[in-house]
């Protein structure tokens, strides 16, 4: 990769697969969709640290039934490109969770090793309800049988940045999903 004269690496950022506006309106129309489904009911939505802030806070906005927030941070064994499913919990949740409607918030869902891993261990813990919302999915790489009830995008098979989604923990600013260029 070609260094600028300070000596920073140039910006990577490739195509842009998803614009700030399909973002927007797409996060909107999910946000109509989960406050229908769940209409009635008290939500604790558990974003995912750390690309899923992003996402979730956009989401959140457009919920119009109570509903609560928590976060988890795992970390999953495997190369910078693949992950293991072998995953390690660095912050837990903050409360317990049995007998609440939990919605698991996402930024991407690639081989599904990780979620698979968090669904499992969530439901050991009682849940009334566990269900998923994933920004981003790559239906071509999905290895692991894990249902997705709410879905953003289905992207291709690419490395993305942008949107809470890093390189290296840059370019998380991003206000759209792009590829990371060459
Ligand atoms: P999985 O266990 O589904 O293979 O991996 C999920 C995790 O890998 C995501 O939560 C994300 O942290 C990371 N990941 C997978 N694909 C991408 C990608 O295209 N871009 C970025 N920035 N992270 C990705």
């Known amino acids: 990769m070609a260094q600028t004269t300070a000596g920073t690496a140039a910006p990577r950022i490739g195509e842009v697969l998803v614009t700030e506006d399909r973002l927007a309106e797409r996060i909107s129309e999910l946000g109509a969709e989960i406050s229908?489904?769940?209409?009635?009911?008290?939500?604790?939505?558990v974003g995912i640290l750390k690309g899923a802030v992003f996402f979730l806070s956009?989401?959140?906005?457009?919920?119009?039934?109570?509903c609560e927030v928590d976060f988890m941070a795992v970390a999953s064994y495997g190369s910078s490109t693949d992950s293991s499913g072998v995953v390690r919990i660095l912050k837990d949740l903050d409360v317990p969770i049995q007998g609440r409607h939990v919605l698991i918030v996402e930024?991407?869902?690639?081989?599904?090793l990780t979620l698979s891993y968090?669904?499992?261990?969530?439901?050991?813990?009682?849940p009334a309800s566990l269900d998923v919302c994933a920004l981003l999915t790559k239906p071509?790489?999905?290895?692991?049988?894990?249902a997705?009830?709410?879905?953003?995008?289905?992207?291709?098979?690419?490395?993305?940045?942008?949107?809470?989604?890093d390189y290296g923990q840059r370019y998380r600013q991003l206000p759209y999903v792009a590829v990371l260029a060459d």
């Open 36 to 45: 229908r489904d769940y209409e009635g009911r008290e939500l604790l939505l």
């Open 58 to 66: 956009d989401l959140m906005r457009h919920l119009d039934v109570p």
């Open 107 to 112: 930024d991407i869902v690639d081989s599904g």
């Open 118 to 126: 968090l669904l499992r261990t969530m439901r050991a813990r009682d």
């Open 140 to 146: 071509d790489r999905l290895r692991s049988n894990v």
């Open 148 to 165: 997705i009830r709410y879905t953003g995008f289905e992207i291709p098979n690419r490395f993305v940045i942008g949107y809470g989604l």
